[in-house]
């Protein structure tokens, strides 16, 4: 009988792991399941394990080939499978138990091509964030796509997906040769699908293997390891301009936030050890030859002080503010230069140094600065309320200057006093008298050298607007939301 779900697990050389993974498969609870084991000729005791398991489960097949890599292990295993659905796992990692069941049942809800789900990072047998997947199923929605929740573009793994065999097919998809197969797999599903779903539900952990250098992650600062990513960026950035330019600026700002580290590391590690770094500064110069400059011009001023000491050679200047950014435990300051004309500068190191003449719009951050404005407390008084209120501005360790306070319905604008509580406190009084029935959102206006923000106070820690409902006449008189 034709299974359901065809899950292809590549291996090689991940005996301590191997069994671990496969005794998740075997505990899905979708049992219509066949699993196909490719071994990519591992020297280990990796294929007797896997030969012991299929011996055991008639639902596991196993195949091998010679070591050809991950992408040409899963075709090998993609030319085996006869399922309805398909699934990918790395040998080395975990399935929970009813990730597929999950998945599944959107697909059968929905008929979308593809459904994906977030992803939990397994260290020293405990569960953490992923921060690959950081910021992309928070919000689940079903039937939806790439160029309308733009925040797929982070979800560049295969593994922590089912799709629709027939859609596979019909698209011709197949992993290329290299190590970074899966992340030109992964965006070409996600732009060629008619409806993608996301799941809020975990249905993958990936394992970090700090034991050893034997995975493709713990080589990741390798010249050819790099070469090859910047192949993978490469192939993405060719097919989104074809298919879907609106979402290569996105890739860009994510290549700049996740890959460019690994070049960073690399270069650091030349300083550390004396290496020469003629063949990685080439590598680096062609990698940032690839993407958007104005994406470039528009990354935050950090990254740009990095990319820019990057581009010139200055590796130990380079090492340094790593040095610095790995030792703020906070975020950054961002502080006032200038006397005639203010400008808001990062309070990185090698500001206005005379020998390396960096241009102060590298550590340009004015556009980082944000307003905070919250409503820490209401109280009733005789008259009306008092309101406690913090407006400050992310990342300036001064006292905002001036502060504008106003609550409005919408229609009616009732300004309020402010009087300073403290560096970042203020209160104001409400007489009732002034309000009338409805809600009202409490409004801010902020100045501090040049910077001027304008916004709603949030309620207390949430991201929700905070809101004072007044009804009409009552017993009770007025209540506070």
Request: glycine fraction near 8%; aromatic fraction near 8%.
């Amino acid at each position: 009988m034709i299974p359901l779900l065809s899950v292809v697990v590549p291996f090689y050389n991940v005996e301590a792991y191997l069994t671990e993974c496969l005794k998740s498969l075997a505990a899905q609870t979708v049992e219509d399941i066949e699993v196909i084991l490719v071994d990519d000729g591992s020297v280990d005791g990796s294929r007797r394990l896997a030969e012991d398991f299929a011996a055991r489960d008639s639902r596991f097949v196993l195949v091998g080939q010679r070591n050809l890599g991950p992408g040409q292990a899963r075709n090998h295993g993609l030319r085996q499978a006869r399922g309805a659905y398909l699934a990918f796992a790395d040998g080395d990692d975990v399935v929970p138990p009813g990730a597929y069941e999950v998945l599944l049942a959107s697909l059968a809800e929905t008929g979308s091509d593809l459904a994906c789900g977030a992803v939990r990072r397994l260290v020293d047998g405990e569960l953490e964030e992923s921060i690959l997947h950081e910021k992309v199923f928070r919000r689940p929605k079903l039937c939806t796509h790439i160029t309308d929740k733009q925040v797929l573009i982070r979800d560049r793994t295969v593994w922590n997906k089912v799709y629709r065999r027939d859609f596979w097919d019909r698209h011709g998809l197949s992993f290329p040769s290299g190590i970074y197969e899966d992340v030109p797999v992964a965006m070409q599903a996600h732009v060629l699908a008619t409806s993608v779903d996301m799941v809020g539900d975990v249905v993958y952990h990936w394992r970090r293997r700090d034991e050893d250098g034997a995975s493709i992650t713990q080589r990741r600062k390798e010249l050819s390891n790099l070469g090859e990513r910047l192949a993978a960026i490469r192939s993405v950035r060719a097919f989104l301009d074809e298919r879907a330019p609106d979402l290569l600026d996105g890739f860009d700002a994510l290549v700049l936030e996740k890959d460019t580290l690994f070049l960073f590391q690399a270069l650091e590690g030349c300083v550390e050890q004396r290496a020469e770094p003629g063949p990685l500064l080439d590598l680096a110069h062609a990698w940032l030859a690839e993407l958007n400059p104005q994406v470039l011009a528009a990354a935050p001023s950090l990254r740009r002080l990095e990319l820019h000491l990057m581009r010139r050679g200055l590796l130990a200047e380079l090492r340094r503010v790593r040095e610095f950014r790995r030792g703020r435990n906070d975020l950054t300051r961002v502080v006032p230069r200038g006397r005639r004309t203010t400008g808001w500068y990062g309070d990185y190191p090698f500001f206005r140094n005379r020998r390396l003449r960096i241009p102060d719009e590298v550590y340009d951050a004015r556009d980082e600065v944000k307003l905070v404005a919250a409503v820490e407390g209401c109280e009733r008084t005789p008259s009306g309320y008092r309101l406690r209120v913090h407006v400050s501005f992310h990342r300036v360790d001064r006292r905002v200057a001036k502060v504008n306070l106003w609550l409005t319905d919408g229609q009616r604008r009732v300004q309020l006093e402010a009087t300073r509580k403290g560096t970042h406190g203020f209160e104001a009084v409400v007489d009732a008298g002034r309000l009338g029935d409805g809600t009202w959102r409490l409004g801010v206006r902020a100045e501090l050298r040049g910077l001027v923000f304008k916004g709603w106070c949030r309620d207390g820690d949430s991201a929700a607007t905070w809101r004072l409902s007044v009804p009409g006449r009552s017993r009770t008189g007025m209540d506070i939301l």
